[in-house]
């Protein structure tokens, strides 16, 4: 019953920036936990950013700095500004909660080229 559609992935060069966005049915989404997770090829998917139901963030390291996520209770959507992008960031980006409910959505690509 919970759904989670990411769209926003494009090609960008190095340096480039992105902003992919989700989103997410389910009535508790407001009071959950949501995060920004990224499988690159040949690689286990991974938690890249976090926020709480409160606005509180975290980072991965390798994106601290650089990417921001953000949320909007009102519209169940959740976003990711991603700045100063680097070729190690081609991945395909999904959102879920933190920690993720047993749903996947078809992920956005992001193509950062060299």
């Known amino acids: 019953q919970v759904q989670f559609v990411e769209s926003g992935g494009d090609l960008v060069q190095p340096g480039g920036s992105l902003r992919v966005s989700c989103a997410a049915s389910?009535?508790?989404?407001?009071?959950?936990?949501m995060g920004w997770y990224r499988q690159a090829p040949g690689k286990q998917r991974e938690l890249v950013a976090a926020?709480?139901?409160?606005?509180?963030?975290d980072y991965a390291d390798s994106v601290k700095g650089r990417f921001t996520i953000s949320r909007d209770n009102a519209k169940n959507m959740l976003y990711l500004r991603m700045n100063s992008l680097k070729p190690e960031d081609t991945a395909v980006y999904y959102c879920?909660?933190?920690?993720?409910?047993?749903?996947w959505g078809p992920g956005t690509q992001v193509t950062v080229s060299s």
């Open positions: 879920n909660a933190d920690p993720p409910y047993d749903h």
């Open positions: 926020i709480t139901d409160g606005g509180s963030t």
């Open positions: 389910g009535s508790i989404f407001s009071i959950y936990p």
